[in-house]
């Protein structure tokens, strides 16, 4: 990642956002229990108090970011960050368990959406909104090269945030793999997908795939795929927005589940 790049990424999550900066309030967060989705920590050598708020961060999950401080002073409402500035979720995470136990509750085979690598935070809500009406029982995103529940993604989903678990796991591919032991199928989306969506069965426990905005899913995902479907496309631009496509096989799946 250029640094050009990495400054508008931090001038981004700054508006789009909550931040809470300084070693004190982080502490009292980490103690209220807070989800924090990335840590910005100056570079180079930290104190002992420092280092053990960044540990505690850590094993509370946070994606722990080191960056000049100057970059910091650009992040900083205050300009009194010390050293220390924290992005807090807008919604606390959920676990697999928990969206395994969603669709037991309503005795339904599970319906998940995972979501690899979006940048769009109004894609991700997008997508939240599309998969709470279809009545899907859970999304999985990634801790890295993703968007976290921010105070955009909550608008953009119009409210669905507060009903649809979210899960933020550490690795994709590994995700993939438990699922699939759990009786899972997973289905990538890609334009290359030799299964025509219509003729894919989603009646059973299925996971969606949906790539990134640019790229698409990365190689190792789509190959943890069980298969790789594509949408009919008619018209003569080749790809779907992100939240578009989500929406399209969320709601196939609700088609083939309700007999229609």
């Known amino acids: ?13 700054q508006m789009n956002e ?3 900066e300084g070693r004190n309030a982080l502490t009292e967060a980490l103690r209220a229990g807070r989800t924090i989705d990335k840590l910005y920590v100056a570079s180079g050598d930290i104190d002992r108090t420092l280092s053990r708020l960044v540990a505690e961060a850590k094993q509370a999950g946070a994606v722990v ?3 000049e401080r100057a970059r910091l002073d650009q992040m900083s409402p205050t300009g009194a960050h010390q050293g220390v500035i924290a992005s807090v979720a807008a919604h606390g995470y959920s676990s697999l368990d928990d969206v395994f136990a969603r669709a037991e509750a309503r005795a339904e085979a599970p319906l998940i959406v995972l979501c690899d690598g979006l940048s769009d ?3 991700l809500g997008a997508i939240l909104r599309s998969a709470e009406c279809a009545g899907a029982h859970g999304v999985i995103i990634p801790k890295r090269r993703s968007v976290g ?8 989903s119009a409210g669905a945030l507060e009903y649809m678990p979210v899960v933020r796991v550490s690795n994709i591919a590994a995700t993939i793999r438990t699922l699939k032991e759990r009786g899972v199928w997973v ?25 990134s905005e640019g790229d698409g899913m990365s190689r190792l995902t789509a190959e943890q795929c069980d298969y790789l479907v594509s949408i ?3 018209g003569e631009i080749s790809s779907l927005n992100a939240s578009a496509a989500a929406a399209i096989l969320l709601y196939e799946a609700v088609r083939q589940r309700i007999g229609g």
């Not at 790049?5 to 999550?13: A, H, L, P, Y």
């Not at 289905?187 to 030799?194: D, N, S």
């Not at 969506?197 to 996971?207: E, F």
Request: proline content about 5%; glycine content about 12%.
């Open 1 to 13: 990642m250029t640094e050009r790049t990495e400054r508008g990424r931090f001038r981004r999550e």
């Open 187 to 211: 289905l990538g989306t890609a334009a290359e997908g030799t299964t025509r969506l219509y003729d894919a069965d989603l009646k059973g426990p299925t996971a969606i795939v949906i790539g």
């Open 232 to 234: 009919p496309m008619r």
């Open 65 to 67: 970011v080191r960056t």
């Open 121 to 123: 935070p109004h894609n």
């Open 149 to 156: 529940l921010t105070a955009v993604v909550g608008k953009a």
């Open 18 to 20: 909550g931040l809470i």
